[in-house]
Protein backbone atom coordinates (compact mmCIF):
# COMPACT_ATOMS: atom_id res chain seq x y z
CA UNK A 1 0.00 0.00 0.00
CA UNK A 2 2.59 2.35 0.93
CA UNK A 3 4.46 1.45 -2.34
CA UNK A 4 1.28 2.35 -4.38
CA UNK A 5 0.61 5.82 -2.56
CA UNK A 6 4.17 6.79 -2.84
CA UNK A 7 5.00 5.58 -6.25
CA UNK A 8 1.31 7.44 -7.39
CA UNK A 9 2.10 10.26 -5.28
CA UNK A 10 5.69 10.96 -6.81
CA UNK A 11 4.04 9.91 -10.22
CA UNK A 12 1.06 13.14 -9.92
CA UNK A 13 4.24 15.67 -9.14
CA UNK A 14 6.10 15.18 -12.70
CA UNK A 15 3.37 15.92 -14.82
CA UNK A 16 2.48 18.26 -12.49
CA UNK A 17 6.03 19.79 -12.73
CA UNK A 18 5.97 19.49 -16.42
CA UNK A 19 3.05 21.48 -17.44
CA UNK A 20 3.95 24.64 -15.99
CA UNK A 21 7.29 24.52 -17.51
CA UNK A 22 5.55 23.45 -20.74
CA UNK A 23 3.77 26.54 -20.78
CA UNK A 24 7.12 28.38 -20.17
CA UNK A 25 8.36 27.16 -23.69
CA UNK A 26 5.55 28.88 -24.64
CA UNK A 27 6.08 31.86 -23.52
CA UNK A 28 9.32 31.80 -24.53
CA UNK A 29 8.21 31.74 -28.36
CA UNK A 30 5.84 34.49 -28.28
CA UNK A 31 8.53 36.50 -25.82
CA UNK A 32 7.39 39.73 -24.44
CA UNK A 33 4.07 38.95 -26.23
CA UNK A 34 2.82 37.92 -23.02
CA UNK A 35 2.28 41.00 -20.82
CA UNK A 36 -1.36 41.41 -19.81
CA UNK A 37 -1.02 40.60 -16.14
CA UNK A 38 -4.81 39.66 -15.33
CA UNK A 39 -4.72 37.47 -18.72
CA UNK A 40 -5.29 33.74 -17.21
CA UNK A 41 -3.27 32.13 -20.46
CA UNK A 42 -5.16 29.65 -22.04
CA UNK A 43 -2.86 27.16 -21.30
CA UNK A 44 -3.67 27.36 -17.84
CA UNK A 45 -7.56 26.64 -18.55
CA UNK A 46 -6.86 23.72 -20.89
CA UNK A 47 -8.65 20.87 -20.37
CA UNK A 48 -5.06 19.20 -19.83
CA UNK A 49 -3.86 21.09 -17.19
CA UNK A 50 -7.12 20.95 -15.60
CA UNK A 51 -6.95 17.69 -15.86
CA UNK A 52 -3.77 17.05 -14.26
CA UNK A 53 -5.23 19.58 -11.42
CA UNK A 54 -7.90 16.96 -10.74
CA UNK A 55 -5.60 14.55 -10.94
CA UNK A 56 -3.59 15.54 -8.40
CA UNK A 57 -6.56 15.99 -6.11
CA UNK A 58 -7.65 12.77 -6.49
CA UNK A 59 -4.39 11.13 -5.98
CA UNK A 60 -4.10 13.63 -2.59
CA UNK A 61 -7.10 12.66 -1.44
CA UNK A 62 -6.89 9.00 -2.05
CA UNK A 63 -2.85 9.79 0.16
CA UNK A 64 -5.16 11.05 2.73
CA UNK A 65 -7.95 8.56 3.22
CA UNK A 66 -4.86 6.17 3.05
CA UNK A 67 -3.12 7.86 6.48
CA UNK A 68 -6.91 7.74 8.31
CA UNK A 69 -7.17 6.61 11.28
CA UNK A 70 -4.46 9.27 11.90
CA UNK A 71 -1.47 9.42 14.04
CA UNK A 72 0.07 12.27 15.74
CA UNK A 73 3.28 11.83 13.72
CA UNK A 74 1.73 11.93 10.87
CA UNK A 75 -0.43 15.27 11.63
CA UNK A 76 1.64 17.34 9.86
CA UNK A 77 2.19 15.22 6.90
CA UNK A 78 -1.59 15.01 6.78
CA UNK A 79 -2.77 18.91 7.10
CA UNK A 80 0.68 19.78 4.51
CA UNK A 81 -1.37 17.59 1.82
CA UNK A 82 -4.75 18.27 3.23
CA UNK A 83 -4.02 22.03 2.67
CA UNK A 84 -3.40 21.56 -0.81
CA UNK A 85 -6.67 20.08 -1.77
CA UNK A 86 -8.12 22.98 0.59
CA UNK A 87 -6.12 25.64 -1.83
CA UNK A 88 -7.48 23.77 -5.11
CA UNK A 89 -10.98 23.54 -3.39
CA UNK A 90 -10.81 27.67 -3.12
CA UNK A 91 -9.75 28.17 -6.43
CA UNK A 92 -12.54 25.36 -7.83
CA UNK A 93 -14.86 27.70 -5.98
CA UNK A 94 -13.47 30.68 -7.43
CA UNK A 95 -13.56 29.88 -10.86
CA UNK A 96 -17.16 28.55 -10.43
CA UNK A 97 -18.94 31.18 -8.37
CA UNK A 98 -16.27 34.11 -8.72
CA UNK A 99 -17.44 36.84 -10.81
CA UNK A 100 -14.26 39.15 -12.71
CA UNK A 101 -14.90 42.02 -14.90
CA UNK A 102 -12.58 44.94 -15.98
CA UNK A 103 -14.89 48.71 -16.14
CA UNK A 104 -14.01 51.34 -18.14
CA UNK A 105 -15.47 54.27 -16.53
CA UNK A 106 -15.15 57.47 -17.65
CA UNK A 107 -15.76 61.03 -15.45
CA UNK A 108 -18.68 61.39 -14.31
CA UNK A 109 -20.05 58.29 -15.62
CA UNK A 110 -21.99 56.04 -13.45
CA UNK A 111 -21.96 52.01 -14.24
CA UNK A 112 -24.06 49.42 -12.18
CA UNK A 113 -23.20 46.48 -14.05
CA UNK A 114 -19.79 44.74 -15.71
CA UNK A 115 -19.05 42.05 -18.06
CA UNK A 116 -17.71 38.66 -16.31
CA UNK A 117 -18.05 35.63 -18.25
CA UNK A 118 -19.54 37.07 -21.46
CA UNK A 119 -22.28 37.69 -20.00
CA UNK A 120 -23.07 41.24 -17.83
CA UNK A 121 -23.25 40.95 -13.89
CA UNK A 122 -25.41 43.04 -11.95
CA UNK A 123 -23.74 45.19 -8.47
CA UNK A 124 -26.66 45.92 -7.05
CA UNK A 125 -25.09 49.39 -6.66
CA UNK A 126 -23.62 52.11 -8.69
CA UNK A 127 -20.41 53.81 -8.63
CA UNK A 128 -19.35 57.12 -10.37
CA UNK A 129 -15.69 58.02 -10.97
CA UNK A 130 -15.62 61.45 -9.89
CA UNK A 131 -11.91 62.44 -11.00
CA UNK A 132 -8.92 60.83 -11.87
CA UNK A 133 -5.84 61.42 -10.63
CA UNK A 134 -2.45 60.83 -12.15
CA UNK A 135 1.01 62.05 -11.14
CA UNK A 136 4.42 61.43 -11.70
CA UNK A 137 7.66 61.22 -10.08
CA UNK A 138 9.81 64.06 -11.75
CA UNK A 139 13.55 64.00 -11.33
CA UNK A 140 15.00 67.12 -9.81
CA UNK A 141 17.51 67.10 -12.75
CA UNK A 142 14.68 68.07 -15.19
CA UNK A 143 14.33 71.49 -15.60
CA UNK A 144 13.03 73.88 -18.50
CA UNK A 145 16.55 75.73 -19.60
CA UNK A 146 15.88 79.00 -21.00
CA UNK A 147 18.58 80.59 -22.60
CA UNK A 148 18.86 84.28 -24.80
CA UNK A 149 17.82 83.88 -28.14
CA UNK A 150 21.29 84.96 -29.42
CA UNK A 151 23.80 83.94 -26.98
CA UNK A 152 26.51 80.79 -26.79
CA UNK A 153 25.12 77.77 -27.18
CA UNK A 154 25.27 76.78 -23.05
CA UNK A 155 25.11 79.96 -21.69
CA UNK A 156 21.70 79.11 -19.70
CA UNK A 157 19.65 82.06 -18.04
CA UNK A 158 17.32 80.29 -16.08
CA UNK A 159 16.46 76.59 -15.12
CA UNK A 160 12.95 76.31 -14.73
CA UNK A 161 11.45 73.11 -12.87
CA UNK A 162 9.17 71.35 -14.83
CA UNK A 163 5.85 70.45 -12.65
CA UNK A 164 2.51 71.67 -13.79
CA UNK A 165 1.80 74.74 -12.24
CA UNK A 166 5.11 76.24 -11.71
CA UNK A 167 5.23 79.90 -12.41
CA UNK A 168 8.40 82.00 -11.92
CA UNK A 169 10.07 85.12 -13.35
CA UNK A 170 12.73 84.74 -15.78
CA UNK A 171 15.26 86.38 -13.47
CA UNK A 172 15.06 90.22 -14.12
CA UNK A 173 14.13 90.03 -17.64
CA UNK A 174 10.34 90.94 -16.70
CA UNK A 175 8.91 87.47 -18.43
CA UNK A 176 6.99 85.28 -16.20
CA UNK A 177 7.02 81.90 -17.37
CA UNK A 178 4.26 79.26 -16.45
CA UNK A 179 4.27 75.21 -17.17
CA UNK A 180 0.77 74.29 -17.98
CA UNK A 181 0.70 70.71 -19.07
CA UNK A 182 3.01 67.75 -19.84
CA UNK A 183 2.72 65.08 -22.28
CA UNK A 184 4.56 61.71 -22.32
CA UNK A 185 3.74 61.08 -25.56
CA UNK A 186 2.77 64.16 -27.57
CA UNK A 187 0.28 63.88 -30.63
CA UNK A 188 -1.59 66.03 -32.50
CA UNK A 189 -4.80 65.46 -33.01
CA UNK A 190 -5.74 66.59 -36.75
CA UNK A 191 -8.86 67.57 -36.77
CA UNK A 192 -9.33 69.45 -33.64
CA UNK A 193 -6.33 70.63 -33.47
CA UNK A 194 -6.03 69.19 -29.20
CA UNK A 195 -3.14 68.00 -27.95
CA UNK A 196 -3.25 64.78 -26.74
CA UNK A 197 -0.84 61.70 -25.46
CA UNK A 198 -0.77 58.91 -28.22
CA UNK A 199 0.55 56.54 -25.22
CA UNK A 200 1.89 55.91 -21.84
CA UNK A 201 5.50 55.52 -23.48
CA UNK A 202 7.49 58.45 -22.82
CA UNK A 203 7.87 58.59 -26.59
CA UNK A 204 7.57 62.20 -27.13
CA UNK A 205 7.87 64.01 -23.84
CA UNK A 206 6.69 67.76 -24.17
CA UNK A 207 5.42 70.20 -22.31
CA UNK A 208 3.34 73.09 -22.69
CA UNK A 209 4.44 76.88 -21.14
CA UNK A 210 3.04 80.26 -21.06
CA UNK A 211 5.23 83.27 -21.24
CA UNK A 212 4.16 86.56 -19.97
CA UNK A 213 6.14 89.37 -21.20
CA UNK A 214 6.31 92.80 -19.21
CA UNK A 215 3.25 94.34 -20.72
CA UNK A 216 1.04 91.37 -19.46
CA UNK A 217 1.04 89.83 -23.16
CA UNK A 218 0.79 86.15 -23.12
CA UNK A 219 2.35 83.15 -25.89
CA UNK A 220 1.28 79.89 -25.00
CA UNK A 221 3.56 76.84 -26.81
CA UNK A 222 5.11 73.53 -26.54
CA UNK A 223 8.58 72.44 -26.28
CA UNK A 224 9.83 68.78 -27.61
CA UNK A 225 12.47 66.86 -25.15
CA UNK A 226 13.40 65.30 -28.50
CA UNK A 227 13.27 67.74 -30.49
CA UNK A 228 14.95 70.59 -29.47
CA UNK A 229 14.94 72.87 -32.64
CA UNK A 230 10.75 72.17 -32.95
CA UNK A 231 9.44 74.43 -30.54
CA UNK A 232 6.48 77.04 -32.44
CA UNK A 233 8.46 80.45 -32.95
CA UNK A 234 7.85 82.28 -29.20
CA UNK A 235 9.41 85.38 -27.88
CA UNK A 236 12.55 87.02 -30.00
CA UNK A 237 14.49 87.31 -26.85
CA UNK A 238 14.49 83.38 -25.68
CA UNK A 239 15.30 79.63 -26.36
CA UNK A 240 13.85 77.33 -24.65
CA UNK A 241 15.22 73.89 -24.11
CA UNK A 242 13.44 71.07 -22.13
CA UNK A 243 15.72 68.93 -20.55
CA UNK A 244 13.71 65.66 -19.70
CA UNK A 245 15.32 63.06 -17.34
CA UNK A 246 12.55 60.25 -17.59
CA UNK A 247 9.39 60.21 -15.22
CA UNK A 248 8.12 57.47 -13.30
CA UNK A 249 4.46 57.68 -12.02
CA UNK A 250 3.81 57.71 -8.29
CA UNK A 251 0.42 57.47 -8.45
CA UNK A 252 -3.21 57.08 -10.06
CA UNK A 253 -5.91 57.32 -8.08
CA UNK A 254 -9.61 56.73 -8.72
CA UNK A 255 -12.15 59.23 -6.62
CA UNK A 256 -15.30 57.44 -6.65
CA UNK A 257 -18.58 57.52 -5.10
CA UNK A 258 -20.88 54.64 -4.45
CA UNK A 259 -24.76 54.83 -4.43
CA UNK A 260 -27.71 53.30 -4.70
CA UNK A 261 -30.22 55.07 -6.83
CA UNK A 262 -29.67 58.58 -6.21
CA UNK A 263 -28.26 58.45 -3.06
CA UNK A 264 -24.27 58.70 -2.26
CA UNK A 265 -23.39 56.13 0.24
CA UNK A 266 -19.81 56.43 0.24
CA UNK A 267 -16.81 58.18 -1.59
CA UNK A 268 -13.44 56.41 -1.84
CA UNK A 269 -9.97 57.23 -3.46
CA UNK A 270 -8.82 53.44 -5.25
CA UNK A 271 -5.11 53.09 -5.59
CA UNK A 272 -2.91 50.57 -6.40
CA UNK A 273 -2.95 48.42 -3.40
CA UNK A 274 -5.61 50.13 -1.88
CA UNK A 275 -8.67 48.63 -3.71
CA UNK A 276 -12.69 49.47 -2.44
CA UNK A 277 -14.69 47.04 -0.79
CA UNK A 278 -18.22 47.33 -1.32
CA UNK A 279 -21.57 44.90 -1.22
CA UNK A 280 -18.90 41.33 -2.05
CA UNK A 281 -17.23 43.23 -4.42
CA UNK A 282 -13.87 44.79 -4.60
CA UNK A 283 -12.62 47.54 -7.05
CA UNK A 284 -8.91 47.62 -8.29
CA UNK A 285 -7.04 50.15 -9.53
CA UNK A 286 -6.15 48.69 -13.00
CA UNK A 287 -5.65 50.82 -15.82
CA UNK A 288 -6.44 54.02 -16.80
CA UNK A 289 -6.87 56.41 -20.17
CA UNK A 290 -3.03 56.90 -21.13
CA UNK A 291 -4.42 59.54 -23.58
CA UNK A 292 -6.02 61.91 -22.11
CA UNK A 293 -6.95 60.65 -18.29
CA UNK A 294 -10.43 60.67 -19.11
CA UNK A 295 -11.07 57.29 -17.53
CA UNK A 296 -10.10 54.72 -15.44
CA UNK A 297 -9.70 50.73 -15.44
CA UNK A 298 -11.27 49.13 -12.62
CA UNK A 299 -10.94 45.70 -11.86
CA UNK A 300 -13.88 44.29 -10.52
CA UNK A 301 -13.60 40.86 -8.50
CA UNK A 302 -15.82 39.00 -6.48
CA UNK A 303 -14.32 35.76 -5.08
CA UNK A 304 -15.87 33.54 -2.49
CA UNK A 305 -13.30 30.97 -3.03
CA UNK A 306 -10.39 33.84 -1.87
CA UNK A 307 -11.15 32.77 2.34
CA UNK A 308 -10.99 28.99 1.58
CA UNK A 309 -7.54 29.16 -0.11
CA UNK A 310 -6.22 31.07 2.51
CA UNK A 311 -7.29 28.64 5.10
CA UNK A 312 -5.35 26.84 2.82
CA UNK A 313 -2.24 28.78 3.18
CA UNK A 314 -2.65 28.70 6.90
CA UNK A 315 -2.83 25.02 6.64
CA UNK A 316 -0.17 24.64 4.34
CA UNK A 317 2.26 26.81 6.86
CA UNK A 318 1.25 25.14 10.30
CA UNK A 319 1.81 21.17 8.22
CA UNK A 320 5.21 22.23 7.03
CA UNK A 321 6.10 23.82 10.25
CA UNK A 322 4.81 20.56 12.15
CA UNK A 323 6.87 18.46 9.54
CA UNK A 324 10.13 20.14 10.17
CA UNK A 325 10.01 21.61 13.69
CA UNK A 326 7.78 20.06 15.71
CA UNK A 327 7.90 16.43 14.62
CA UNK A 328 11.88 16.18 15.27
CA UNK A 329 10.96 17.28 18.97
CA UNK A 330 8.23 15.16 19.77
CA UNK A 331 10.23 12.20 18.44
CA UNK A 332 13.79 13.37 20.29
CA UNK A 333 11.38 12.82 23.55
CA UNK B 1 29.04 57.77 2.64
CA UNK B 2 26.96 54.49 2.03
CA UNK B 3 28.57 53.41 -1.06
CA UNK B 4 31.45 53.24 1.21
CA UNK B 5 29.93 50.72 3.57
CA UNK B 6 28.82 48.73 0.67
CA UNK B 7 32.76 48.74 -0.11
CA UNK B 8 33.66 47.76 2.84
CA UNK B 9 31.41 45.06 3.05
CA UNK B 10 32.67 43.83 0.05
CA UNK B 11 36.14 44.26 1.43
CA UNK B 12 35.38 41.86 4.50
CA UNK B 13 33.45 39.42 2.29
CA UNK B 14 36.99 39.19 0.27
CA UNK B 15 38.54 38.64 3.39
CA UNK B 16 36.64 35.76 4.08
CA UNK B 17 36.45 34.21 0.90
CA UNK B 18 40.26 33.81 1.16
CA UNK B 19 40.66 33.18 5.14
CA UNK B 20 38.01 30.61 5.04
CA UNK B 21 40.36 29.00 1.80
CA UNK B 22 43.14 29.25 4.09
CA UNK B 23 41.61 27.87 6.72
CA UNK B 24 40.63 24.44 4.03
CA UNK B 25 44.43 24.06 3.58
CA UNK B 26 46.48 24.64 6.62
CA UNK B 27 44.42 23.64 9.65
CA UNK B 28 44.94 26.31 11.78
CA UNK B 29 41.85 27.35 14.07
CA UNK B 30 42.65 30.89 14.19
CA UNK B 31 41.98 31.22 10.55
CA UNK B 32 38.76 30.34 10.80
CA UNK B 33 38.06 32.64 13.84
CA UNK B 34 39.30 35.45 12.05
CA UNK B 35 37.29 34.68 8.52
CA UNK B 36 33.78 34.43 10.80
CA UNK B 37 35.07 37.91 12.36
CA UNK B 38 35.76 39.16 8.63
CA UNK B 39 32.31 37.54 7.74
CA UNK B 40 30.56 39.24 10.66
CA UNK B 41 32.01 42.37 9.73
CA UNK B 42 30.96 41.96 6.38
CA UNK B 43 27.33 41.64 7.46
CA UNK B 44 27.39 44.53 9.85
CA UNK B 45 28.75 46.97 6.30
CA UNK B 46 25.83 45.35 4.66
CA UNK B 47 23.36 45.92 7.13
CA UNK B 48 24.33 49.53 7.91
CA UNK B 49 24.52 50.35 4.20
CA UNK B 50 20.46 49.30 3.75
CA UNK B 51 19.72 50.33 7.13
CA UNK B 52 20.86 54.28 5.37
CA UNK B 53 19.49 53.73 2.13
CA UNK B 54 16.14 52.54 3.73
CA UNK B 55 16.54 55.85 5.27
CA UNK B 56 17.52 58.25 2.71
CA UNK B 57 15.30 56.67 0.44
CA UNK B 58 11.96 56.60 3.21
CA UNK B 59 11.10 53.17 1.87
CA UNK B 60 12.54 49.49 2.19
CA UNK B 61 15.44 49.12 -0.19
CA UNK B 62 13.83 46.13 -1.72
CA UNK B 63 12.81 47.30 -4.85
CA UNK B 64 14.91 46.37 -8.38
CA UNK B 65 17.77 44.33 -9.23
CA UNK B 66 20.63 46.22 -7.03
CA UNK B 67 19.02 46.50 -4.18
CA UNK B 68 17.74 42.80 -4.18
CA UNK B 69 21.33 41.54 -4.88
CA UNK B 70 22.22 43.01 -1.69
CA UNK B 71 19.82 41.84 0.10
CA UNK B 72 20.84 38.36 -0.83
CA UNK B 73 24.86 39.11 -0.16
CA UNK B 74 23.42 39.69 3.26
CA UNK B 75 21.51 37.51 3.66
CA UNK B 76 23.62 34.31 2.13
CA UNK B 77 26.41 35.42 4.31
CA UNK B 78 24.17 35.34 7.42
CA UNK B 79 22.96 31.75 7.03
CA UNK B 80 26.16 30.44 5.91
CA UNK B 81 28.11 32.58 9.43
CA UNK B 82 25.65 30.97 11.34
CA UNK B 83 25.65 27.01 9.75
CA UNK B 84 29.79 27.38 9.40
CA UNK B 85 29.77 28.11 13.59
CA UNK B 86 27.29 25.55 14.06
CA UNK B 87 28.80 22.54 11.97
CA UNK B 88 32.46 23.86 11.24
CA UNK B 89 32.46 22.82 7.93
CA UNK B 90 34.85 25.34 6.35
CA UNK B 91 34.37 24.27 2.68
CA UNK B 92 30.56 25.59 2.46
CA UNK B 93 31.86 28.67 4.51
CA UNK B 94 34.26 28.97 1.29
CA UNK B 95 31.30 28.26 -1.28
CA UNK B 96 28.73 30.94 0.64
CA UNK B 97 31.31 33.32 0.99
CA UNK B 98 32.01 33.71 -2.34
CA UNK B 99 28.59 33.39 -3.46
CA UNK B 100 28.08 37.04 -1.14
CA UNK B 101 31.03 38.45 -2.72
CA UNK B 102 29.59 37.84 -5.97
CA UNK B 103 26.13 39.12 -5.02
CA UNK B 104 27.58 42.06 -3.58
CA UNK B 105 30.08 42.54 -6.29
CA UNK B 106 28.00 41.98 -9.15
CA UNK B 107 25.16 44.53 -7.67
CA UNK B 108 28.23 47.07 -7.58
CA UNK B 109 27.96 47.38 -11.39
CA UNK B 110 24.48 48.11 -11.18
CA UNK B 111 22.69 51.41 -11.13
CA UNK B 112 22.78 52.38 -7.47
CA UNK B 113 20.24 55.26 -7.71
CA UNK B 114 17.62 55.73 -5.58
CA UNK B 115 14.37 55.54 -7.37
CA UNK B 116 11.01 56.41 -5.93
CA UNK B 117 8.84 53.17 -5.88
CA UNK B 118 6.06 52.35 -8.25
CA UNK B 119 2.49 52.43 -6.87
CA UNK B 120 2.12 48.91 -7.19
CA UNK B 121 5.03 48.03 -4.81
CA UNK B 122 4.04 50.74 -2.09
CA UNK B 123 2.79 48.44 0.03
CA UNK B 124 4.22 46.54 3.50
CA UNK B 125 3.86 43.29 1.99
CA UNK B 126 6.81 44.29 0.39
CA UNK B 127 8.99 43.95 3.01
CA UNK B 128 7.45 40.59 4.22
CA UNK B 129 7.17 38.93 1.02
CA UNK B 130 10.79 39.92 -0.35
CA UNK B 131 12.51 39.04 3.22
CA UNK B 132 10.86 35.76 3.51
CA UNK B 133 11.69 35.19 -0.32
CA UNK B 134 15.57 36.16 0.49
CA UNK B 135 16.13 33.74 3.85
CA UNK B 136 14.68 31.05 1.46
CA UNK B 137 17.01 32.01 -1.14
CA UNK B 138 19.76 32.16 1.33
CA UNK B 139 19.35 29.08 2.93
CA UNK B 140 18.89 27.08 -0.63
CA UNK B 141 22.00 28.56 -1.81
CA UNK B 142 23.38 26.97 1.24
CA UNK B 143 21.96 24.10 0.42
CA UNK B 144 23.49 23.94 -2.70
CA UNK B 145 26.73 24.68 -2.05
CA UNK B 146 26.61 21.86 0.40
CA UNK B 147 25.02 19.38 -2.42
CA UNK B 148 27.49 20.36 -4.70
CA UNK B 149 30.35 19.82 -3.15
CA UNK B 150 29.09 16.45 -2.07
CA UNK B 151 28.47 15.53 -5.59
CA UNK B 152 32.23 16.49 -6.19
CA UNK B 153 33.12 14.14 -3.61
CA UNK B 154 34.25 10.68 -4.35
CA UNK B 155 32.62 9.02 -1.48
CA UNK B 156 29.41 9.98 0.68
CA UNK B 157 29.35 12.98 3.20
CA UNK B 158 27.13 12.48 5.71
CA UNK B 159 27.91 15.64 7.45
CA UNK B 160 27.21 17.77 3.84
CA UNK B 161 24.17 15.48 3.18
CA UNK B 162 22.75 16.47 6.41
CA UNK B 163 23.86 19.89 6.02
CA UNK B 164 21.50 20.30 2.28
CA UNK B 165 18.59 18.47 3.84
CA UNK B 166 18.32 20.59 6.56
CA UNK B 167 18.86 24.17 4.86
CA UNK B 168 16.17 22.56 2.20
CA UNK B 169 13.37 22.16 4.99
CA UNK B 170 14.14 25.93 6.36
CA UNK B 171 14.63 26.77 3.05
CA UNK B 172 11.15 25.28 1.74
CA UNK B 173 9.80 26.46 4.78
CA UNK B 174 10.70 30.20 3.98
CA UNK B 175 10.11 29.59 0.26
CA UNK B 176 6.43 28.41 0.79
CA UNK B 177 5.94 32.05 3.27
CA UNK B 178 8.06 33.73 0.19
CA UNK B 179 4.82 32.27 -2.51
CA UNK B 180 2.51 32.45 -0.09
CA UNK B 181 3.11 36.49 1.25
CA UNK B 182 3.33 36.81 -2.87
CA UNK B 183 -0.20 35.70 -3.34
CA UNK B 184 -1.78 37.69 -1.02
CA UNK B 185 -0.26 40.74 -1.49
CA UNK B 186 -1.43 40.06 -5.55
CA UNK B 187 -4.96 39.75 -4.37
CA UNK B 188 -4.65 42.85 -2.13
CA UNK B 189 -3.27 45.04 -5.24
CA UNK B 190 -4.87 43.07 -8.10
CA UNK B 191 -7.82 41.10 -7.14
CA UNK B 192 -6.04 37.91 -7.96
CA UNK B 193 -4.21 35.79 -5.90
CA UNK B 194 -2.58 34.06 -8.73
CA UNK B 195 -2.00 35.06 -12.46
CA UNK B 196 0.58 32.44 -13.88
CA UNK B 197 2.85 35.43 -14.14
CA UNK B 198 6.53 33.97 -15.35
CA UNK B 199 7.95 34.54 -12.00
CA UNK B 200 4.85 32.91 -10.26
CA UNK B 201 5.12 30.05 -11.96
CA UNK B 202 8.82 29.43 -12.07
CA UNK B 203 8.51 30.15 -8.16
CA UNK B 204 5.98 27.20 -7.77
CA UNK B 205 8.14 24.63 -10.30
CA UNK B 206 11.44 25.87 -8.05
CA UNK B 207 8.94 24.92 -4.96
CA UNK B 208 7.99 21.27 -6.79
CA UNK B 209 11.60 20.49 -6.86
CA UNK B 210 11.84 20.85 -3.44
CA UNK B 211 8.99 19.12 -2.72
CA UNK B 212 10.14 16.32 -4.66
CA UNK B 213 13.55 16.18 -2.76
CA UNK B 214 11.33 15.98 0.38
CA UNK B 215 9.17 13.47 -1.13
CA UNK B 216 12.22 11.47 -1.92
CA UNK B 217 13.43 11.82 1.04
CA UNK B 218 11.05 10.99 3.08
CA UNK B 219 9.55 8.31 1.30
CA UNK B 220 11.93 6.28 -1.02
CA UNK B 221 15.07 7.41 1.59
CA UNK B 222 16.87 8.79 -1.08
CA UNK B 223 20.11 10.60 0.34
CA UNK B 224 23.38 11.64 -0.32
CA UNK B 225 24.36 12.14 -3.97
CA UNK B 226 20.96 11.32 -5.64
CA UNK B 227 19.28 13.76 -3.31
CA UNK B 228 21.88 15.86 -4.32
CA UNK B 229 21.43 16.16 -8.04
CA UNK B 230 17.37 17.37 -7.00
CA UNK B 231 18.91 19.93 -4.59
CA UNK B 232 20.92 21.32 -7.48
CA UNK B 233 18.45 21.28 -9.71
CA UNK B 234 15.77 23.05 -7.34
CA UNK B 235 18.68 25.88 -7.01
CA UNK B 236 19.26 26.28 -10.97
CA UNK B 237 15.02 26.67 -10.92
CA UNK B 238 15.33 29.22 -8.13
CA UNK B 239 18.45 30.84 -9.84
CA UNK B 240 16.35 30.81 -13.24
CA UNK B 241 13.07 32.23 -11.03
CA UNK B 242 15.53 34.80 -9.49
CA UNK B 243 17.61 36.26 -12.42
CA UNK B 244 16.25 34.45 -15.81
CA UNK B 245 12.65 35.74 -15.41
CA UNK B 246 13.54 39.17 -15.12
CA UNK B 247 15.97 39.43 -18.06
CA UNK B 248 14.10 37.12 -20.18
CA UNK B 249 10.44 37.27 -19.82
CA UNK B 250 8.06 39.85 -19.03
CA UNK B 251 5.48 39.74 -16.10
CA UNK B 252 4.47 41.37 -12.96
CA UNK B 253 7.94 41.03 -11.73
CA UNK B 254 9.50 42.94 -14.44
CA UNK B 255 10.50 45.82 -12.55
CA UNK B 256 13.16 43.48 -10.80
CA UNK B 257 14.84 44.20 -13.80
Not at chain 1, 30 to 55: E, N, P, Q, R, T
Not at chain 1, 107 to 118: C, T
Not at chain 1, 269 to 287: A, C, D, H, M
Not at chain 2, 159 to 166: A, M, N, Q, R, T
Request: hydrophobic share 50%; net charge positive; glycine share 8%.
Amino acid sequence: MAIITLLSLIGTFIPQNESPAFYIEKIGHMGYSVLSKMGLSSLYSSWWFILFLILLSLNLTVCLLNRLPLKVRSLGTFIAHLSILVILFGAFIGIVYGEKGLIKIGKAEEISSFMSKGRPVDLGFSIRLDDFIYNEHIDPKEKLLVQPAAGKEDEVIAEIPTEVGTELNITDTGYKIKILRYLNDFAMDTATKVALNRSAAPNNPAIEAELKDKDGKTAKFWIFARFPDMHQKTDPNFKFIYRWVGRRPKDFISKVAILRGTREITRKNIRVNEPLSFGGYKFFQSTYDTETLGWSGLQVVSDPGVPVVYAGFLLLIAGVIIIFYVNPVIKRR
Amino acid sequence: MPSLLLNIGFGFYFLSVILYAAGLFFAKKILTVLARFSTICGILGITFYLGIRWHLAARPPFSNMFESLVVLGWAVAIVSVFIEIKYEIRSIAVGASLISLLAIGYASLLDKEIAPLMPALRSNWLTIHVLTCFIGYAALTVAFISSALLLFKKKEDEGLDIISYKMITFGFLFLTLGIITGSVWANSAWGTYWSWDPKETWSLITWFIYAIYLHVRFTKKWKGKMAARISVLGFLAMIFTYFGVNYLLKGLHSYGG
